[in-house]
């Protein structure tokens, strides 16, 4: 009867062990495991089933008991207890914080009988506390000021901002009453008593404060009512932002705003002055444009009349007369050409062909122009240029324009028996030519006047010819073609003028190789009147091109080529002519490539006539968009002759 009643007191307290909210276990001596309540094996994963008698090894819970001091032998203390904080691995493989209270149980004999141990999961504990320190990080890392105080305005709280602000740490701070920062606090009350009584924040309060120092600081201050569990409040929280230097910026702005408003009436005055002398200068540009264009017509008619008298019978007096005028009018052209050329470039009129211009022909070309000048001042030029095949991207006609200019100012202004000299050089993508000469140099202050048009700089009094438009024209068209032209000079020495471009593709030799294969006609088997005629329009403003497309239709046996340098003239010659395959260039002096081919797609009257665009445009997109638009074909200067040929022949009707 007594046996029974131990077992069921025994049970009861199993019982109870088991409805605890606490993981309960007991190990012996050996580590192995007397007691594992139903707790145990929620928080560790192993059931009691699976962890009674096995050991706190297998579980993998050894860190349960490592420092828990168990005996094998001897006596210990009975009752003796400590506690410890693992984190173990559970049953699944996860891990779990806990915080444990382990104690002895010995017998009467003093040996120890078990070591129980009363664990919980403080996961919660953790995150709680993980919480807090990041919010206190987060409240020492701010550099405004932040400070707790209670209902009788005693600093209970103090961070590192408000140190930085008022000067004080705080062991000074916390404990004194926040008056000693803010007297506006004691002289109203209200401020604080109305975030305790209400409940309701105050933002945005601006005041001033009292530093350690005693200087004085100005804060954007934010009150907010501080509650206990119950909801009750028991203090306030204070954020204060130092805005003393918003404050110091609003009086300065306030001190400039007169200066600012005399500024801006004496900005305006200027604006308007610009305004005055732009529409002046462009008033000046459209009269010399108008009057360029007047003076042409006449001025043409007297050099025409002039050659027709050069045919003439003239004695020696007569001759020499009439050369003075034609040179004089040969100058004037020359002068009303430039300025017009700068009046179109600055008015930005200028349509340019830019394509892969090989150098060493220009070059040579401009040499040969020169060199009778050249002869007549005793200068010595270059007899040839040897540019092997390098190209630059150019408009040739204006890039010839600029080296004769370069060129005729070399020999100009060169000292007697001196010498002209030319270097060519490719770097990086561009292409440099200088053009030195032997002359008497320029001084440093006096090159920027260089490129001021009309400026001659003393020259006027000589008897150099010239009007000081050539290097202000040549530059403005360097830079137009995307390029750059420098001069460097010594006095007594000489100067260099140099213009860089971009480098082109140097394979306009090549073309001029394929051109002088051409020299017989092409046999097909068929003699030219059993071959059926082919009309080829070439609407191209480049002359050097459309010699070389004829030299080509020359040899095509039975082949017209017919040229238009302008897009208007190309539309209604391809109306007209109804040609069998139009060569079209995409940079017209008129009007853009593209509108050409949507007038010719357009058209009904020639909307079949196969297009093909020939161009130097090589970005990325631009054949795929041509072709979108209603070109039959895309080729990329400098042309692949044979393809031309091809293409001629395929127009061919039948």
Known sequence: MLANAADQAIRFQSLLLDAAGQAIFAVDEHEKILFWNRQAGVLFGWPASHAIGRSMTDLNLAKMVVGAGIASQGAVDEGETWSFERVVSRLDGTTVPVFATSTRIAGDDGVLVAVITVANDITERRQVDERTRRLSAIVESSSDAIVGMDLDRIITSWNSGAEAIFGYDAT???????????????????????????????????????????????????????????????????????????????????????????????????????????????????????????????????????????????????????????????????????????????????????????????????????????????????????????????????????????????????????RVDIACESSGGTTSVAVIDTGVGIAEADVGRLFIPFERLGAEGSDIEGTGVGLPLSRLMTEQMGGALVVHSTVGVGSTFTVEFPSGTPATAADADRAADLSEPVDDGDSDDETKPVTVLAIEDNVANIGLLETVTRFCGNATLVSAIQGRLGLQLAAQEHPDLILLDLDLPDMAGEAVLGFLRTDPVTAQIPVVVCSADTSPGQSEKLLALGAAAYLTKPIDLTIVLELIQAARPG
């Open 172 to 418: 000074e701070a916390v404990g004194q009453s926040v008056t000693m920062l803010a007297p506006s606090f004691a002289q109203d009350p209200e401020l604080t008593d109305l975030a305790t009584r209400n409940g309701l924040s105050i933002s945005s309060l601006e005041t001033s404060c009292r530093t350690k120092s005693g200087s004085t600081v100005h804060l954007s201050l934010s009150l907010s009512p501080i509650f206990d569990e119950d909801g009750n409040a028991i203090g306030v929280s204070g954020i204060g932002r130092d805005i003393s230097d918003r404050i110091e910026l609003a009086r300065l702005a306030e001190v400039r705003t007169l200066e600012l408003a005399e500024a801006e009436h004496a900005a305006a005055v200027e604006i308007a002055r610009r305004e005055e002398a732009d529409r002046a200068n462009r008033a000046k540009s459209e009269f010399l444009s108008r009057m360029s264009h007047e003076l042409r017509t006449p001025l043409n008619a007297v050099l025409g009349f002039s050659q027709i008298l050069d045919m003439s019978d003239l004695d020696d007096s007569q001759r020499r007369n009439l050369t003075h005028i034609r040179t004089a009018g040969e100058h004037l052209l020359a002068l009303i050409n430039e300025v017009l050329d700068i009046t179109r470039i600055e008015a930005g009129a200028v349509r340019l062909s830019l394509e892969p211009v090989r150098l060493e022909e220009v070059l040579t070309g401009a040499l040969d122009l020169i060199r009778p000048q050249a002869a007549r001042h005793g200068i010595t030029v270059p007899e040839q240029v040897d540019g092997g095949d390098v190209s630059v991207i150019a408009d040739r006609q204006r890039l010839m324009q600029v080296m004769l200019n370069l060129l005729s100012n070399a020999v100009k202004y060169n000292r007697p028996g001196g």
